[in-house]
């Protein structure tokens, strides 16, 4: 990757034990200025502090053999990403489930119609439209925390699983796209990450981001909100549970919803109505996206 910066920057960089190259993918851009530098400096500095340490000063030797092995530069800026987002942000994680009968009934019609769709390509589509009806979602905080960021675009990360660590790619402007385009990018996205083929102005700006564990297995888990976001949505395996329809218990094909967001942004009340809204789309997912598919 070739990463535009000044001589002085560079120069910076070296000074602080920065590396370019790795920031620029953080970033999403291919130009680095010194003040990307210095901001980085302190979520670093800020992120462990020099008592916290000590806790990992351990000779680990003592107990056996050991060997060390190096971080990769994904690793790296996830390491550094969490540290800051874990000590910043006052996170809370709402659980929800949502029903998605409707939604495989869909799937297994379009498959018929040679139109394969995965589950995460409502998801997708879905999430946008929650957060073109709730705009305080799609927002950032300025960095001096005075000012809120309205954001009149709705793009979506995707948390991506490889071999050398979890990346992010972007589907921008999801609200303009139909539900086989989503559906192309996510498989796009998945197959070139694994490959380490992503561009760099694929990664970074998301409104929000989505992290699926559903082809793994789980009920629930905690994800953290990737900064400058202020929300994540978790989604978990889908599970046939009894529900109660009134006389009798009936078969339901429901997935685990876990948002988590930034309590200094989002409150309790308004996370809930977020899922309650998300999980009513998803039980009619052709008044979303039917007209939408191609």
């Given at each position: 990757?070739?990463?535009?910066a000044?001589p002085?920057?560079r120069?910076?960089?070296l000074?602080l034990?920065?590396?370019?190259?790795?920031?620029?993918?953080r970033?999403?851009r291919?130009?680095?200025?010194?003040d990307d530098?210095?901001?980085?400096?302190?979520?670093i500095?800020?992120?462990v502090?020099s008592?916290?340490?000590?806790y990992?000063?351990?000779?680990?030797?003592?107990?056996?053999?050991?060997?060390?092995?190096?971080?990769?530069?994904t690793a790296?800026?996830?390491l550094?990403?969490?540290?800051?987002?874990?000590?910043i942000?006052?996170?809370?994680?709402?659980h929800?489930?949502?029903?998605?009968?409707?939604?495989?009934?869909?799937r297994?019609?379009?498959?018929?119609?040679?139109?394969?769709?995965?589950?995460?390509?409502f998801?997708?589509?879905?999430l946008?439209?929650?957060?073109?009806?709730?705009?305080?979602?799609n927002?950032?905080?300025s960095?001096?925390?005075?000012?809120?960021?309205?954001?009149?675009?709705?793009?979506?990360g995707?948390a991506?699983?490889?071999?050398?660590?979890?990346v992010?790619p972007?589907?921008r402007?999801?609200?303009?796209?139909?539900?086989s385009?989503?559906s192309?990018?996510?498989?796009d996205?998945?197959d070139?990450?694994?490959?380490?083929?992503?561009?760099p102005?694929?990664?970074?700006?998301?409104?929000?981001?989505?992290s699926?564990?559903?082809?793994?297995?789980?009920?629930?888990?905690?994800p953290?909100?990737n900064?400058?976001?202020?929300?994540?949505?978790g989604?978990?395996?889908?599970?046939?549970?009894?529900?109660?329809?009134?006389?009798k218990?009936?078969?339901?094909?429901?997935?685990p919803?876990?948002?988590?967001y930034?309590?200094?942004i989002?409150n309790?009340a308004e996370?809930?109505?977020?899922?309650?809204?998300?999980?009513?789309?998803?039980?009619?997912p052709?008044?979303?996206?039917?007209?939408?598919?191609?």
């Open positions: 990757m070739d990463v535009i000044s002085s920057t120069k910076l960089a000074e034990g920065l590396d370019i190259e790795e920031l620029a993918i970033l999403g291919n130009t680095i200025s010194q530098l210095k901001q980085k400096k302190v979520l500095t800020e992120g502090t008592d916290a340490l000590k990992w000063d351990v000779d680990h030797t003592r107990w056996g053999k050991i060997k060390t092995e190096p971080l990769n530069k790296s800026v996830a550094t990403n969490l540290m800051a987002a874990n000590k942000i006052p996170s809370v994680t709402h929800d489930s949502g029903k998605i009968d409707r939604i495989e009934k869909l297994k019609n379009l498959k018929n119609e040679d139109k394969k769709i995965t589950q995460l390509a998801h997708v589509l879905v946008a439209k929650c957060l073109s009806s709730f705009p305080r979602f927002s950032s905080l960095t001096d925390f005075k000012h809120l960021i309205l954001k009149d675009y709705i793009n979506i995707i991506v699983d490889t071999p050398f660590g979890l992010v972007v589907i402007n999801v609200n303009l796209l139909n539900l385009e989503v192309q990018k996510l498989v996205f998945a070139r990450a694994q490959r380490k083929r992503l561009r102005n694929e990664l970074g700006g998301a409104s929000m981001t989505i699926s564990l559903g082809g793994i297995g789980g009920e629930s888990f905690t953290i909100v900064p400058p976001e202020v929300a994540i949505l989604i978990s395996k889908m599970d046939i549970r009894p529900v109660w329809d009134g006389e218990f009936i078969p339901s094909a429901e997935v919803l876990d948002l988590t930034d309590h200094r989002i309790g996370a809930a109505r977020f899922l309650k809204y998300y999980t009513t789309l998803l039980d009619r052709e008044e979303l996206v039917l007209d939408r598919v191609t």
